[in-house]
């Protein structure tokens, strides 16, 4: 009878030999791509976009087995973020010991017959379904991970929107000079609201960018600019011989498109990407205005409306926080240069006064003026206003959307 040891242990090697090369498959691994150019691709199938491509001996640490795939990590790019990948298992060798130990062991036969020149070997065509091998020699390359070359050329489209601060110059001047008016001239007690300024208003704005590199680009694009204001009633007492009440309101609503041209710069810094812009601006202007008024001797109502247009310009500075390759959420900081002169309006007015009913329209224009030397007063008229101890320092008047821009939105670059 033969010893059954001898056999049993045997039969335990040979377990030990199947079980331990899939145990260790299970574990991260290290691993050389042994093909001139590898894909790896955004998932782990032949069909999924490619996401880079690694040079023959590129050697890719702590990998991890997905089926026939294996997913790895890839380096950091110009931002900062990393892409995850996966590479097939036919075009790599895994670097273990167990893998070591073999090449060492194996049959010199074997290697003879694959170096000898009778040898014929057939190498399967090219396949879009199939990563193949290369039989190319290593580089001076090998070793070295190679991110897809890019010039950084491209384009890019950004939206954003926030509030705007504008100046509005006259039009605020004259609301400051109205109310300084009424308190003077007020019975003690009487008056009641106030023409407010407007300062705060929307803006919205979006371009496409032409990358002429990861850096440099320059930008067509539009937007939106709207600011208004309602006053309500005002009202107040005047003493004369007899107490005289006063009422007025005024509606105005002021908007404009601009049509920009922007050089961009970006700084990359990372996770976060420091913007620099500036540009000209063509603006597209359009305002209306309602007025009412109510007195002991006269009630009637204003309007007009009209379009502006002039030339600006802006700068800005802001920070690109990257979410990921591609799209990146803006923080953004811009000063504006866009003030409108030679305002023309449709104009037009209605009422009933001491003589009876009133109207009048047409083309009219809008004039700055110094009231006593103390009120600025804005006046449409087909004039200008001649100068005298009332009027003084008579000019054309002026809508100044001059201001600062604070926002946020989100720039897509392809």
Known sequence: MHNPKPIFALFLTAVLILI???????????????????????????????????????????AEKVGDWFKISL?????????TGYIHSSIVDVLTQAKTEAKKTAKPA?????????????TPPPSSKRETRSAAPPSAEAGRYKKPRSSGRGIGLKLSGGLNYMLLGDINDAYEGKNARIQDQAMAGSASGEFPTMHMGMDFSGEIVLYFSRSIGIG?????????????????????????????????KISAIPIRLTLHF????????????????????????VYKWEEWFSTGELEASG??????????????????????????????????KGIEADWEASGVNWMGPFSDSGTRTLYYYDADGNYPTLL?????????TVVQNPREGAVDLSGIFFGGGFRIRF
């Open 20 to 62: 331990l090369p899939s145990a260790g498959m299970s574990e991260n691994v290290k691993l050389r791509v042994t093909v001139e150019r590898a894909n790896i691709r955004l998932k782990p199938s032949l069909e999924s976009a490619v996401v880079g491509r690694a040079p023959l001996g590129t050697i890719f640490e702590n």
């Open 75 to 83: 380096p950091p790019d110009e931002s900062g973020f990393v892409v």
């Open 110 to 122: 074997q290697a003879v017959k694959r170096d000898a020149p009778s040898a014929v070997v057939k």
């Open 220 to 252: 067509i694009g539009g937007g939106y600019i709207k600011i208004k204001s309602s006053s309500g009633d005002v009202s107040w007492d005047e003493f004369l011989i007899v107490p005289l009440n006063y009422k007025q309101a005024q509606d105005l």
């Open 266 to 289: 970006t700084v990359p810094m990372g996770a976060v990407n420091l913007a620099f812009r500036l540009g000209g601006d063509y603006y597209l202007g359009k305002f209306s205005q």
């Open 307 to 340: 379009i502006m247009n002039t030339l600006g310009g802006h700068a800005g500075l802001g920070f690109e926080i990257n979410i990921s390759r591609h799209l990146a959420f803006v923080l953004d900081v811009e000063g504006r240069y866009a003030k409108f």
């Open 380 to 388: 449409w008229d087909e004039s200008i206003p001649a100068a005298s």
